[in-house]
């Protein structure tokens, strides 16, 4: 959930024009800086520039100096409506006024003679050139998130839409067996290393230092635009060795508005993948399993408790949610991964058979692994390391001192009057099992079943279910 206040970024307006401009290239923050100019092309000193939001109707209001310009720091990637006005004028109107993410945008007002009771009012257009720095920055906007197909609906891979971006975003949907999800590592901007780009939220270094991926991520309906810096970008960005990637998520406005939303993804739904794999346990179907569903609500407005406060054009609130549930495999083909049976889950492996194969690529059966009993059940249940008859308390701890046993442990549930029980069942002297009931309930609720029983299929998959 998100706060905004206008109040609080009308105090940050100020103590930027002081000085602080290094922090704009640090937030996600865009500027305007203007120049007021009369039909003739001259200066107009003392103009007065009124910039508001055209969502929450925060207001800044500017005198231009003697040069005519004027600058207004800590904007909200959002549109605008910029109006001046000076005396012998008429007041000029320029609406839809976009400042993007990090970026300062040069305006020229030319103001227009005759009385300041009259109005021109005109549309603003996007710059063909950027004339106010050397910095080489993209915009992802609102429109190419909401319209562009997101594969697992990550707002980073629209980066590779941009010119000189190359690589894979990667993805927060992980798999069994998969390494970690690395959002934006594998990203390679302007020649860059792969995880070289740093990576801002809303002014914030969400940057992984251990993995060099986006360490926080935010769905496609959550982000109001982000942008990639891509060279010539300011020296307080000189530990990053590639792009800059600024995200910044969206406000609540002075209307409530809200999006409920539901994206399903299925095998039935999906083309044959290219080279993908065709084995009889999959009944020759090529496609690999997938299930994905995202379901998610976004909300945001301003924050009004009846008879005690409202904060229309002062404080404002966002908020969303978006769970994922997959079932997939290999986009490649088929992933096989060994599972416990349900025997296994309740400590029986006296079914489990140990398979292995040779240099000669012969798949062998071994006998049974036996299970030797490391713990000791306590009066009260619970479980404890088998102690060392041999420990000595006066000598340090070492191999050959250990607390506890490490060698010569006895078998579990050696009396069973089955001999293939005997180290195969997980069971104490009086018949208690070791299986903790919170580790079944995991493995039953989030584990699959076992799916393939055919003996030639499991020898050649070195014979475990899967």
């Not at 401009?21 to 500027?31: E, K, L």
Request: charged letters at 15%.
């Amino acid at each position: 959930m998100r706060f905004t206040s206008p109040s609080f970024a009308r105090a940050g307006a100020i103590l930027f024009t002081l000085g602080a401009w290094i922090a704009i290239a640090q937030s996600n923050f865009g500027s305007i800086r203007g120049v007021v100019r009369d039909p003739s092309g001259a200066p107009v000193p003392g103009a007065t520039v009124k910039i508001t939001a055209a969502g929450t109707q925060r207001a800044i209001t500017l005198v231009t100096n003697d040069a005519g310009a004027c600058a207004a720091a800590a904007l909200d990637p959002v549109y605008y409506d910029v109006s001046a006005e000076a005396k012998g004028f008429k007041l000029t109107v320029i609406n839809a006024v976009k400042v993007d993410t990090a970026r300062e945008l040069g305006l020229d007002i030319t103001l227009q003679v005759g009385s300041v009771t009259e109005t021109i009012e005109v549309t603003a257009e996007a710059p063909l050139m950027q004339l106010v720095t050397g910095a080489v920055v993209q915009t992802v906007d609102q429109r190419t998130i909401t319209e562009m197909p997101l594969n697992g609906r990550n707002t980073i891979a629209l980066a590779l839409v941009l010119p000189g971006a190359t690589g894979s975003a990667g993805t927060e949907i992980s798999e069994l067996t998969t390494n970690e999800p690395l959002p934006g590592r594998e990203l390679s901007i302007n020649g860059g290393r792969m995880g070289s780009t740093q990576f801002f939220a809303d002014g914030a270094n969400v940057t992984s230092v251990a993995l060099a991926r986006m360490a926080i991520s935010f769905t496609p309906d959550t982000i109001q635009e982000f942008s990639v810096q891509q060279s010539n970008y300011s020296a307080q960005y000189a530990q990053a060795g590639g792009a800059i990637i600024q995200q910044t998520t969206k406000s609540g406005s002075n209307e409530v508005r809200g999006t409920l939303y539901w994206f399903h993804r299925q095998k039935a739904l999906t083309a044959d993948p290219f080279g993908a794999q065709r084995q009889a346990v999959l009944n020759y179907d090529s496609r690999p399993p997938l299930r994905r569903q995202q379901v998610g609500i976004t909300g945001g407005g301003p924050v009004v408790i009846p008879k005690v406060y409202d904060g229309r054009n002062k404080t404002f609130w966002y908020a969303a949610f978006e769970p994922t549930r997959q079932l997939a495999s290999n986009p490649g083909g088929p992933s096989f991964i060994r599972v416990p049976t349900e025997d296994e889950i309740n400590g029986d492996f006296s079914k489990s058979l140990v398979y292995s194969r040779l240099p000669s690529r012969v798949v062998v059966t071994q006998p049974t692994a036996l299970l030797y009993n490391q713990l000791l059940r306590m009066n009260d249940g619970t479980l404890t390391h088998l102690p060392n008859p041999s420990y000595n308390p006066s000598l340090p701890v070492s191999v050959r001192n250990s607390r506890y046993a490490y060698q010569g442990f006895p078998l579990i549930n050696p009396n069973d009057p089955d001999p293939a029980r005997r180290g195969r069942v997980l069971v104490d002297a009086a018949g208690r099992g070791y299986v903790n009931p919170v580790a079944q309930l995991i493995l039953r609720e989030f584990y699959p079943k076992p799916n393939m029983t055919d003996p030639g299929a499991i020898a050649d998959l070195l014979g475990a279910i899967y």
